[in-house]
Nanobody, 129 residues
Framework: QVRLFESGGGLVQAGNSVRLSCVVS????????MGWFRQTSRKEREFVAA????????YYADSVKGRFTISRDNAKNTMYLQVNSLRPTDAAVYYC??????????????????????WGQGTQVTVSS
């Protein structure tokens, strides 16, 4: 059974940083594109960032470009999201996902949840101002 487990969320002051991790078990991710999404109670799940199987290609939502960095360590079956300069609008539950369909995703393909096959349960990031 494939499981994704996010960690690293919590209460963070605006302007500070947090690093989210996503550990995958039950599947080797070294051929999978992976992504991060986020969701609040008032919005649909929103694309944040995606990374190709090798880590050589990344793609970001405009709202996080320059502040968030996605990375991965295939040897550890783990993906990361470094979140800097946190804003109150970044507060959400952050989900990681892996795609069995694509090795690399950019553009519209990256932003569609349907293109990812396995999801974690999410980690809450709360931002205090």
């Amino acid at each position: 059974q494939v499981r994704l487990f996010e960690s690293g969320g919590g209460l963070v002051q605006a302007g500070n940083s947090v690093r989210l991790s996503c550990v995958v078990s039950g599947r080797t991710i070294n051929r999978d594109a992976m992504g991060w999404f986020r969701q609040t109670s008032r919005k649909e799940r929103e694309f944040v960032a995606a990374i190709s199987w090798s880590g050589s290609t990344t793609y970001y939502a405009d709202s996080v470009k320059g502040r968030f960095t996605i990375s991965r360590d295939n040897a550890k079956n783990t993906m990361y999201l470094q979140v800097n300069s946190l804003r109150p609008t970044d507060a959400a539950v952050y989900y990681c996902a892996t795609s069995a369909k694509f090795a690399s995703v950019t553009g519209v393909t990256a932003t569609r949840p349907v293109n990812y096959d396995y999801w974690g349960q999410g980690t809450q990031v709360t931002v205090s101002s």
